[in-house]
């Protein structure tokens, strides 16, 4: 247990007076000064309580003695009722008159005094048999009050295993704070020390799984507990449905579902709210539809706001607006009242289809029916006038109507805001919009700077787009690979093409990795550099790295190549690009065209035409006014004709 006991401990504190021990010094310490010794009245109640006949009769005394004696000044009394409930297995009770105790302290110490002095309470009242379990309680009750760090303190200092119960507590808590890897530490620690895990422990360690998005773990964590013999709870089966969503594995979900059901376990509201807002995301309305139906044919589940939201968003995401309206019938039959959050999924569901006078009319409705709007409905509106280019509106939304109501705008607001006027080349007002942010004590984050990064090179300000990188690196602030795509892009197309390529090695160096944009403004500018073959090395390489290559940048190498003369290396090209399912268009068909005029090979020209009739594309007025030139070029009039004729039919 030592081996991971300096993981996780009580916050450090400063000591008022340099030569004195911290209060940590004195939490860790074997010699800690014990409370002073409890009066003969005191020590009088504590044995009679110790001594009670039944737990009902320890409780008459306690809260006898209670309404006199003030529990901060002595817990001698408390101490006593604990470890008789304890003994006496009446853990709930016990539990709970610790949590009390604990919140009662902390209005007068630190949450660490708090726990060592339970501790050393706890520890001055021995009863034979029942000192783990006290410790056990102690756990569960310091974690269930969000004093993690404390229920792993006791959990080190008493140097045995405590009941399961409190191991799940104290695994459960570290789980709440995040702290995943020393999470799984402590487990194999208790494992060491006899844990035999229950259905409870194995629901959080599949919890911990999914939060990392670790499934083949959470299938593993599910087939071991099986083998134990242990049955999967519904809670179990939700939490892997849950996780497969989130990944888009419905099908694996589906599995998990009729493998849950088969072994019966009746599925929650939880799990059908998990698998249709899995198959939501995937606008696939009939199957969430199906299982809504579903869920009202079992009787023993009914639908709630959440189910309603999911249900409604996806339905003003297609579009079907009288079908939401019937949704909303079913919502009132069994009296569900709509709350902020469906009317939320509702704007938001009109917000990204479009129709975003639908999403305000919903808006003014909820002030109608008194339902107060909340960050998150301001986000999306804000979010839907920035996407229209609507940014001054958005503006006034969040500085005039939404300030009115006392909500404070966050950075992610703010951040939306500020990409809004970007998008409008309006740099000047992004900026202001982002002093407003910090003079209302909200910083600029990594979104911010990426942000702004991309306005800039958007509009050829490259010094000032690098003036924000550099000040990133300051913050210590990472770019992310949109800050990295816009910035290559842009020294590319000013012409300094070392710049841009050194800056894509500070993108790999830093651990970031190039999307499809980032890769086509590679490409792209070393092809307009005239240096084809760095380019074509690096589409190579990105080949062979797993990133694969899409359209456009086989487009962009195979217009480069035939400009340059080298059509054999771009009909290669175009070749693969069809090979790896990639449909060309007739851009691309017009490139290679005139790259085979060029070269004089009349017969590939007249092939790819056939090709084009092949895949059903049809050349574009540009393209056969091209081909009706080249023709004439090589003293083919007949063809020149017939495509001057075509042309003649596109105008």
Known sequence: ????????????????????????????????????????????????????PNPRQALRIFNSASRTINPAKTLKLHSAIVCFLTRAKVYVQARCLIKDLIETLRKTRRPHKVCSSIFNALGQVHTSGSDLNVYGVLIGALCEKGLTDEGYWVYSKIGKLPAVQACNALLNGILKTGRLDFMWEVYKNMVSNGLMPSEVTYGILIDAACEKRNLEKVKLLLDEMIEKGLKPTVVIYTTLVRGLCMEGKMLEAEGIFSRMRGSDVAPNLYTYNSLMDGYAKMAN??????????????????????????????????????????????????????????????MEGFSDSGNLSAAMDIFTEMDRFGIYPDIFTYGILVKGYCKIGRAEDAENLL?????????????????????????????????????????????????????????????????????????????????????????????????????????????????VASNVFTVSCVIDGLCREGRINNAINFFLEQSRNNNCPNKVNYSILIGALCKNGRVFQATKFFADMKKSGLRPNVS?????????????????????????????ILPNACMYKDLSRGYQGMACFVSAEKCNEDYTKCL
Not at 39 to 50: C, D, E, G, T
Not at 413 to 437: F, H, P, Q
């Open 285 to 346: 309305f009939e199957k969430t539809r199906e299982l809504y139906y579903e869920m009202l044919d079992n009787k023993q589940v009914l639908p709630n706001c959440i189910t309603f939201s999911i249900m409604i968003y996806l339905l003003c995401k297609m579009g079907e607006v009288e079908a939401f309206r019937s949704f909303f019938v079913h919502m009132v039959k069994l009296n569900v009242v709509p709350n902020v959050y469906v009317y939320n999924c509702l």
């Open 1 to 52: 247990m030592a081996a991971v006991t300096s993981k996780l401990s009580p916050p450090k504190t400063k000591p008022l007076i340099s030569n004195n021990p911290s209060p940590l010094a004195l939490l860790y310490s074997s010699s800690a000064a014990q409370s002073p010794p409890p009066s003969p009245y005191l020590s009088n109640l504590a044995a009679a309580i110790l001594n009670s």
């Open 588 to 616: 691309d068909y017009a490139a290679i065209v005139e790259g085979h005029f060029r070269a004089e090979h009349v017969f590939a020209v007249m092939m790819l035409q056939a090709d084009m009739v092949k895949m059903g």
């Open 399 to 511: 500085f005039s109507k939404m300030n009115k109501t006392g909500l404070v705008a966050n950075s992610v607001l703010y951040n939306t805001l500020i990409d809004g006027y970007c998008k409008k080349r309006n740099l000047e007002k992004a900026v202001e919009i982002c002093s407003k942010m910090m003079e209302n004590g909200v910083q600029p984050d990594t979104v911010t700077f990426c942000i702004l990064i991309n306005g800039y090179c958007k509009i050829g300000q490259l010094e000032a787009a690098m003036g924000l990188y550099y000040e990133m690196a300051i913050k210590g602030y990472k770019p992310d690979v949109v800050a990295f795509t816009a910035l290559i892009d842009g020294h590319f197309k000013n012409g300094y093409a070392d710049v841009a390529l050194n800056l894509y090695k500070e993108m790999e160096n830093s651990g």
